[in-house]
C-alpha cells in the first residue's frame, strides 16, 4: 500500500469503521471482508459490515456473519446511518461504487476516509488508501498482506484466518487455477500456523449442500448443458423456472459453470440464469480467451481475463439468442485459442 505510514496513523486510535463489498458476495469477499473486521476489532475499532444483498449459507459459519448488516433486507436506513457516522469506510473485492447498487451513492458521499483493497481491473478513482493488485489472486490475500505490512499478523486468530483462508481457496479454484502462486502457498501456510482449519473450512463450503441443491446440479447437467463443440463452448441457460423447480437460494449455482469448463477441448464456459433482479451471466475461459473483454462489449460486466460476470436487458430467449450467435463470430478466435492451449501442452 501506498501511504503506508499515513493509514497505519490513521488507524492508531479507536474509529468506528464499515466494510463494504460486493452484490451477492462470494466467500472472498465475505472471508476478507469477515476476517478483516476481526482484525479491526482486536485493535479496539468499532466494526460494522455491510453487504448489498444476501449470500449463501455455507458461508454463515464465518465468525462474525450474525453481525453482517445486508442493505437490501429492510436495513436501508440503519446502513445510512452507519456510512454517515463511520470515520472509514473499507471497499473489499470490487473495483468500482456501482458494484454495490445503492450503497455506492452513499459511500461516495461520505465524509469518511476511503480504503480499497480489491484485485479486479481498472478500479474506480474514489479511495483515499488502495492496496490493489490485479496478481492478487483473491482480496483475502491482499487483507493478509496488509496485516503482514502492518506488522500486526500477531493479531489474526484462528476465525480470521479460516475466513481469509475461505477466500484464497475459492479463487484460487481449491489451487487449481494459474492464479495459484507461489506467495498464495505462502500466505496459506501462515494462515494454518496461525490456526485455520483448512479441512473444516473445504468441508463447510464444497460438503455442505441441501438435498435440492444435489438434484438441481444433477438436473442441470442431465438437461439444461449445452455444447457447441464448433465454437469450443459449454453453456447452461437457467429460466426463472427452473430455479423455481429447485427452490434454487443464493449459491445454489455456484461453481456450476466449472462443470461446463471442465469438459475437454471448452475454451469458454457460460451460465445464464434469469433471476428476480434480472439476467446475469457468469462466464469461465481457459487459455488466452479473455472473457472479461467478451463480458464488457457485449453484456456490460468485467472481471478477470478468465472469471467474469455481465448482464443482459434483454428477455431470457433474447439473450440466450444473442449469446449463440455471438458464438458464431468468435468460432475462429475460440478455436485459434484451443490450438494454442494444445500446442502448450
Excluded at 465475505?30 to 448489498?52: C, D, N
Excluded at 452507519?82 to 468500482?96: G, K, Q, R
Excluded at 455481465?310 to 485459434?336: C, H, M, R, W
Aim: net charge negative; glycine share 8%; with cysteine.
Amino acid at each position: 500500500m501506498q501511504k503506508l505510514e499515513e493509514f497505519k496513523g490513521l488507524l492508531a486510535s479507536p474509529k468506528k469503521i464499515v466494510i463494504t463489498t460486493h452484490t451477492k458476495p462470494d466467500a472472498d469477499a465475505l472471508g476478507s471482508s469477515l476476517g478483516l473486521a476481526g482484525f479491526l476489532k482486536k485493535k479496539g475499532h468499532e466494526v460494522v459490515v455491510i453487504t448489498p444483498t444476501d449470500y449463501p449459507e455455507f458461508l454463515h459459519w464465518m465468525e462474525g456473519n450474525d453481525e453482517v448488516i445486508i442493505f437490501n433486507e429492510g436495513n436501508e436506513k440503519i446502513s445510512g446511518q452507519c456510512v454517515e457516522a463511520a470515520d472509514v469506510i473499507f471497499c473489499l473485492d470490487f473495483s468500482c461504487l456501482n458494484r454495490i447498487n445503492e450503497l455506492g451513492e452513499m459511500v461516495r458521499h461520505s465524509s469518511a476516509k476511503k480504503v480499497l483493497i480489491d484485485h479486479h481491473l481498472d478500479p474506480e478513482p474514489f479511495a483515499d488508501f488502495e492496496h490493489w493488485s490485479t496478481k492478487a489472486a483473491a482480496t483475502a490475500e491482499l487483507v493478509y498482506d496488509l496485516i503482514l505490512d502492518m506488522g500486526e499478523t500477531h493479531l489474526i486468530n484462528k476465525d480470521i484466518a479460516e475466513s481469509l483462508y475461505a477466500g484464497i481457496m475459492t479463487d484460487t479454484g481449491s489451487f487449481k487455477h494459474s492464479n495459484t502462486t507461489q506467495h498464495v502457498h505462502l500466505v496459506v501456510a501462515q494462515l494454518i500456523e496461525l490456526g485455520a482449519d483448512i479441512a473444516k473450512v473445504s468441508k463447510l463450503i464444497y460438503d455442505n449442500n441441501s438435498l435440492n441443491r444435489v438434484k438441481f446440479l444433477g438436473y442441470c447437467l442431465s438437461e439444461k448443458l449445452v455444447v457447441n463443440e464448433e465454437a469450443r463452448v459449454a453453456y447452461f441457460a437457467l429460466s426463472a423456472r427452473d430455479l423455481k423447480r429447485f427452490q434454487s437460494r443464493t449459491g445454489d449455482t455456484e461453481g456450476l459453470v466449472n462443470y461446463a469448463l471442465s469438459l475437454k477441448g471448452v475454451v469458454m464456459a457460460a451460465m445464464i440464469a434469469e433471476r428476480e433482479e434480472g439476467i446475469r451471466i457468469s462466464f469461465r475461459s481457459v487459455g488466452d480467451f479473455a472473457v472479461n473483454e467478451f463480458a464488457k462489449y457485449h453484456f456490460g460486466g468485467g472481471g478477470h481475463k478468465n472469471a467474469a460476470g455481465g448482464t443482459s436487458e434483454l428477455s431470457f430467449q433474447d439473450t440466450v439468442d444473442k449469446f449463440e450467435k455471438l458464438l458464431d463470430e468468435y468460432k475462429p478466435i475460440l478455436n485459434a485459442c484451443n490450438q494454442k492451449i494444445d500446442l502448450d501442452a
